[in-house]
């Protein structure tokens, strides 16, 4: 066998030792950036056979075309197992095999540094074998040590398996990306250069450039990472912005409430105040025996107390104000109103998150049965709640003629001020976000339908 062949099943044989490394390291990445749509088992399988193919591809010419090939298959392998959009799952592929290129570029100059050493060294063949298995070893783990905790990092800072990247975020990630990653591939191509019959070694053409390239390389790879905290900040910062918005909109709810109970206070004012004027009247009327008049009399007094109070009852103060005074607008404007929706008095609702989900839902189906100018369809709104085991179910439906709007993925309100009407829907998701409750909406002819389940009673 020849001393060619023989570092070769070397190099060959010390890959496949470091090989469970690189696994353990991409199975970590994978689980905690993506996580897995099947059991692990299907991922461990998707090392083999991505192990088999490497083995194969080994024999191609070429560097860079055995670099691509793996990473289309892996790509392809992280598409089927892996939770994510195209792009993110693109990003998860492409940052893991940059920071490694990036890594490997750093360890060039301690190689190109190293074989001139080991060449000047009077040492048996066996023993130079023994040394180059031993180097591309320990390098080799080194370079995945380095590969796991920069993705740590990755992984703390895009927490993305919970939240929906659109196409935009997930280019500011990619693009980066992308660039260092063609430069890294770059620079592998022009190691070797042929001119005519000659082959030239970069390295030895241009030796500082590789006293310099581990600095390069560091750079992108913080980069990389700088990259990620900043998207992490600007994520924060639309979290932050939703959820100033969804405080204004509660405070809003709030203050109709607060003028809502100030008015139903004013009126029992008003009452108590008249309260003697109507008892000197009725003494009048019953020191003249005069029956009906009282009957009138006391009927009148009857209606104007019964405004002071609530017409719908849910056994919940919050539910009740809510509701009425939605009840009291859609009466106003010729909407029917059902309601059939009952609270239990204990809950781990939060008074201000029943406020949001009723206050949102009910002004929406208002604003869609104003918007009916077809005079065939009644304009209805419904709402109506019932428990199902841990859960509170809540529907809210009404009459429209309207279609949904989507903007990636998400409804967007059709009025013309959609900074500040088109958070309704976005409202009521984080609120039902806070008790693991899910939300669905069915437009139907002439029917939207809003139905929420929410955890309502501990474990």
Same mark, same amino acid.
């Given at each position: 066998m020849e001393k060619q062949q023989i570092f070769q099943i070397a190099n060959l044989l010390s890959i496949y030792?470091?090989?469970?490394?690189?696994?353990?390291?991409?199975?970590?990445?994978?689980? /905690?950036?993506? +996580?897995? %749509?099947?059991?692990?088992w299907k991922f461990i399988l998707g090392f083999a056979f991505i192990t088999a193919i490497d083995f194969f591809?080994?024999?191609? #010419? +070429?560097?860079?075309?055995?670099?691509?090939?793996?990473?289309?298959?892996?790509?392809i392998i992280i598409y089927i197992l892996c939770n994510g959009d195209f792009f993110i799952k693109l990003y998860a592929v492409l940052v893991k095999d940059t920071i490694l290129l990036l890594i490997s570029l750093s360890f060039l100059t301690f190689d190109? &540094?190293?074989?001139?050493?080991?060449?000047n060294m009077n040492i048996l063949f066996r023993e130079n074998v023994i040394l180059y298995f031993t180097k591309n070893v320990v390098t080799d783990s080194i370079r995945y040590i380095v590969l796991f905790l920069f993705l740590k990092n990755i992984c703390k800072f895009l927490n993305l398996?919970?939240?929906?990247?659109?196409?935009? #975020? *997930?280019? @500011?990630?990619?693009?980066?990306?992308? =660039?260092?990653?063609?430069? =890294?591939?770059?620079?592998?191509?022009?190691?070797?250069?042929?001119? &005519?019959? %000659? #082959?030239? @070694?970069l390295p030895y053409l241009f030796p500082k450039i590789y006293y310099a390239l581990p600095f390069v390389s560091f750079t992108l790879l913080f980069s990389i990472v700088i990259t990620a905290y900043t998207f992490k900040k600007m994520l924060e910062g639309e979290d932050e912005k939703q959820r100033n918005m969804i405080m204004e909109q509660q405070f809003k709810l709030q203050l109709e409430h607060s003028k809502n109970i100030a008015q139903f206070y004013s009126g029992i004012s008003s009452v108590i105040h008249?309260? !003697?004027?109507?008892?000197?009247?009725?003494? *009048?009327?019953?020191?003249? !025996? !005069?029956?009906?008049?009282?009957?009138?009399?006391?009927?009148?007094? &009857?209606?104007?107390?019964?405004?002071?109070?609530?017409?719908?009852?849910?056994? /919940?103060?919050?539910?009740d104000a809510v509701i009425n005074e939605k009840y009291n607008i859609a009466q106003g404007e010729g909407i029917e109103f059902i309601c059939d929706f009952i609270l239990p008095t204990e809950s781990l609702f939060q008074p201000i998150d029943l406020c949001v989900i009723l206050g949102n839902s009910l002004d929406n189906a208002i604003e869609a049965c104003r918007k009916i100018t077809d005079n065939n369809i009644d304009k209805v709104i419904a709402v109506k709640s019932y428990i199902r085991g841990m859960y509170l179910i809540i529907e809210v439906s009404n009459?429209? $003629? +309207?279609?949904?709007?989507?903007?990636? /993925?998400?409804?967007? *309100? $059709?009025?013309?001020?959609?900074?500040?009407? +088109?958070?309704?829907?976005? /409202?009521? %998701?984080? =609120?039902i976000k806070k008790y693991d409750g899910i939300m669905d909406i069915v437009l139907e002819k002439n029917k939207f339908s809003m139905n929420v389940m929410i955890k309502i009673k501990g474990d």
């Amino acid at each position: 066998m020849e001393k060619q062949q023989i570092f070769q099943i070397a190099n060959l044989l010390s890959i496949y030792c470091v090989l469970p490394l690189q696994y353990v390291v991409e199975y970590y990445f994978y689980k /905690n950036f993506l +996580g897995f %749509k099947n059991k692990a088992w299907k991922f461990i399988l998707g090392f083999a056979f991505i192990t088999a193919i490497d083995f194969f591809i080994m024999k191609l #010419q +070429g560097l860079i075309w055995r670099i691509l090939i793996y990473n289309v298959v892996w790509f392809i392998i992280i598409y089927i197992l892996c939770n994510g959009d195209f792009f993110i799952k693109l990003y998860a592929v492409l940052v893991k095999d940059t920071i490694l290129l990036l890594i490997s570029l750093s360890f060039l100059t301690f190689d190109f &540094g190293l074989i001139p050493m080991v060449s000047n060294m009077n040492i048996l063949f066996r023993e130079n074998v023994i040394l180059y298995f031993t180097k591309n070893v320990v390098t080799d783990s080194i370079r995945y040590i380095v590969l796991f905790l920069f993705l740590k990092n990755i992984c703390k800072f895009l927490n993305l398996k919970e939240k929906s990247i659109n196409v935009y #975020q *997930s280019l @500011y990630l990619l693009i980066p990306c992308l =660039a260092s990653y063609s430069l =890294a591939i770059i620079f592998f191509m022009i190691q070797t250069i042929k001119i &005519g019959d %000659k #082959q030239y @070694y970069l390295p030895y053409l241009f030796p500082k450039i590789y006293y310099a390239l581990p600095f390069v390389s560091f750079t992108l790879l913080f980069s990389i990472v700088i990259t990620a905290y900043t998207f992490k900040k600007m994520l924060e910062g639309e979290d932050e912005k939703q959820r100033n918005m969804i405080m204004e909109q509660q405070f809003k709810l709030q203050l109709e409430h607060s003028k809502n109970i100030a008015q139903f206070y004013s009126g029992i004012s008003s009452v108590i105040h008249d309260l !003697n004027n109507h008892l000197a009247c009725l003494k *009048s009327l019953t020191e003249d !025996n !005069n029956i009906e008049e009282i009957k009138k009399y006391l009927d009148n007094i &009857g209606n104007t107390v019964s405004k002071l109070d609530f017409k719908i009852k849910t056994g /919940n103060s919050i539910s009740d104000a809510v509701i009425n005074e939605k009840y009291n607008i859609a009466q106003g404007e010729g909407i029917e109103f059902i309601c059939d929706f009952i609270l239990p008095t204990e809950s781990l609702f939060q008074p201000i998150d029943l406020c949001v989900i009723l206050g949102n839902s009910l002004d929406n189906a208002i604003e869609a049965c104003r918007k009916i100018t077809d005079n065939n369809i009644d304009k209805v709104i419904a709402v109506k709640s019932y428990i199902r085991g841990m859960y509170l179910i809540i529907e809210v439906s009404n009459t429209t $003629t +309207g279609k949904l709007q989507y903007s990636e /993925n998400q409804i967007t *309100s $059709t009025k013309l001020d959609k900074c500040n009407h +088109g958070i309704g829907i976005s /409202n009521i %998701k984080m =609120a039902i976000k806070k008790y693991d409750g899910i939300m669905d909406i069915v437009l139907e002819k002439n029917k939207f339908s809003m139905n929420v389940m929410i955890k309502i009673k501990g474990d």
